[in-house]
Structures are given as C-alpha cells and as structure tokens.
C-alpha cells in the first residue's frame, strides 16, 4: 500500500515561502504522477498543483506564478514550493499520487496527515 508523508508547514506572513516535501513508499515512483491538494477551514479539499511522470505540470489558476510543484525521482519525492504567500493560502495541504490522463491528475492513494501551512496578513 502506498504511503504518503507531507512535510514543511509553518507559519509565514504574507509574502513569504514555504517550501513542502511529499515522500513516497512505493517501489516505483517513475511511473506515477503527483499532486498536491489543500483544505482550508470550512472549505473542500481542492488540487493546487500536480505533475506527471514525465515532468508535464499544472496549476490551478489561484497559485499560478506563487508556486511551483517538482519531483525528485531518485529521493521519492515531490515538492511544493510556494512564494508570494497569500492569507488565502492558510489551509492543511496534502499530496497524493495517482495516473495522469490527457492533462488531469486522479488521485489513488490514502490520504496522509497532511500538513498546516498557515499565513498572517
């Protein structure tokens, strides 16, 4: 079973960066694609950013320009490294793995703990 661990949440003020760590156990990693989610307070777990095996990103329009999602195939794992933060950027932020299929990520694993980034105005 496929085990994710987020990592690097904090607490920043606005227009500053924190940069997040998903590590994966599973044998290959190649293969698969990665995303990142976020919940904020009261709110709907969204998708903020994802990339697929081969390197192809996207972004939801919210973070476009503040964040930027990588992957280091050797380490096991992904990154969120997100600037310019916003106070709407508060929220527990979780990644995933999953196929990626005509430019969409799906999510196939259990969700880990997540972890908190909170941003003061």
């Known amino acids: 079973q496929v085990q994710v661990t987020e990592s690097g949440g904090g607490l920043v003020r606005a227009g500053g960066s ?14 698969i694609a990665i995303g990142w989610y976020r919940q904020g307070y009261d709110k709907q777990r969204e998708l903020v950013a994802s990339i697929s095996s081969d390197g192809i990103v996207k972004y939801d329009d919210s973070v476009k320009g503040r964040f930027t999602i990588s992957r280091d195939n050797a380490e096991k794992t992904a990154y969120l490294q997100m600037n310019n933060l ?14 990626w299929n005509n430019g969409n990520f799906r999510s196939f694993a259990a969700w880990g703990q997540g972890t908190q980034v909170t941003v003061s105005s």
Do not use: H, I, M
């Open 18 to 31: 924190l940069r997040l760590s998903c590590e994966v156990s599973r044998s290959t990693f190649t293969g």
């Open 86 to 99: 916003k106070p709407e950027d508060t929220a527990v932020y979780y990644c995933n793995v999953g196929s």
